[in-house]
């Protein structure tokens, strides 16, 4: 059996699973239950209609995990600082528990609040695995649209088109 959104019988190969309130087994007898319909039969005003739903769902979705993640993190910061207190209390760095290992490890972390000398030092001590391996898309896509016929050896892209749908107001 299809699916249906916002009552419109969609296919249900390449769909994620069923979700509640946005998909909704088809039910008007008009969609011709049990057909699999191609999508290229929906006019574009009723795509637009399937899109917006279900970026709204997932939106909604996306909110409410945040907000029950953010109480949850905040918990466990609550926890892991008396977990803390508690290894430094004892001079510990490991506590042996019946309900599981507690260990305390140092996270150091680096940056520097000044580029210019920072890549000066990398350069003099040949040091460039200080940096991460990844490119600044937005400052690479703008290095390109101003200079078009210089690009460094190895560079790799890959575009493709993707669709915005903004709701009519």
């Not at 309130?21 to 039969?41: C, H, I, K, Q, R």
Request: hydrophobic fraction near 35%; glycine fraction near 4%.
């Amino acid at each position: 059996m299809g699916l249906a959104v916002c009552g419109l019988k969609l296919p249900q190969q390449g769909l994620a699973p069923p979700i509640d309130v946005v998909y909704l087994p088809a039910s008007d007898p008009a969609l011709n239950e049990g057909a699999n319909m191609d999508l290229t039969d929906f006019p574009a005003d009723k795509l637009a209609e399937i899109y917006i739903k279900i970026r709204d769902k997932r939106d909604k979705l996306k909110a409410e995990y945040e907000e029950q993640h953010k109480v949850l993190q905040e918990q466990l910061d609550i926890v892991e600082a008396e977990m803390l207190e508690l290894c430094r209390e004892n001079g510990a760095d490991s506590i042996k528990t019946p309900a599981g290992l507690i260990m305390r490890r140092v996270d150091t972390r680096f940056w520097t609040n000044d580029w210019d000398s920072f890549y000066e030092f990398v350069n003099e001590h040949d040091a460039y695995a200080l940096f991460e391996k990844r490119i600044h898309q937005g400052n690479m896509k703008q290095f390109m649209e101003e200079n078009p016929d210089l690009l460094p050896k190895g560079l790799m892209s890959d575009s493709k088109y993707k669709i915005t749908v903004r709701r009519s107001k």
